[in-house]
């Protein structure tokens, strides 16, 4: 046999030896298979909404990603103050390290009246000129009812044109706060802020990697974040379950972004509807999807790679 008739022979079996490989599942095609279910949940999700639905989720474990109209802008209402929140954090650690003229988190402030706007629950039955509060302060009020006068009072003070330039070094072009809370004129005229499905998810992650603040301030960032609150992506998730996440509503839109810190498969989920015939609709859009996801990733961080769980309580095998 010649020595080129050899070598024909030789590449020959090793391209038989490398399809026997690929036809092969790998480890990883168990989990690819779960992925494919959420896929399909969603996709299902999505079918029965009459609206437009956007979805970004991301294993903070292996970078695996399931993204559903993740580039379509939408209306973010509430969801933008996380942006508000990562700027006043970003000055913070920035008046830490010496630089003037950056707002700290121990910076006092005194209600005024002038500053109050509808949809202040706290704000609102506070006393002008009397009642003394701190940017942290401010910050929680904003996150955890989601007040808009805390929210405004917080925009001033760390500048909307910063929180704008952090967007852009952070590579966010369609992440933008481009009007106060309950600004009407600005809304009627187009001037909504808004946000990516694959954005938020970018922002997200870019906190949590510590891209943006470092620790400790960090931690207490997502503190802040994590504070409990009426939303849709928590609702039928377990009570003790960190997430730190902020929804957003206007008529037509709901929306919740944020991070599930689950225990050895943290993922991030962004879930944005618009065009919405029916709010609650919406609403439970984004919480069948949430529950679908935890399902998934609860799954994930409990068992090995071929799927075996062993709980605490039983060990034995069968």
Known sequence: MGHTKRRLIGVLLLLACMSASAAAPALGDKQLVLWEQLRTAVSGVEQELDGVLGVAILDL???QQLLVHPDEV???ASSIKIAVLAELYHQAEQSAAG???KAKLTDRYVVRASDLVPDSNIMGGLTPGVTGLTNRDLATI???VSDNSATNVLIDRVGMDNVHSLMQRLG???TELRRKMMDLKAAGQGRENISTPREMMQL???LYRGKVIAQPLLEDFFTVLATPKESWLPRNLPENLRIANKPGALEGVRNDSGIVFLKNRPYIICVMTTYLASERAGEDAIT???AATYSLFDRLGRASDLGRVISPSNGSQR
């Open 61 to 63: 474990t292996t970078g």
């Open 74 to 76: 939408f209306a973010q």
């Open 99 to 101: 630089t003037t003229g």
């Open 142 to 144: 904003m996150v955890a």
């Open 172 to 174: 966010l072009q369609h």
């Open 204 to 206: 997200i992650e870019q």
């Open 288 to 290: 069948q999807i949430s």
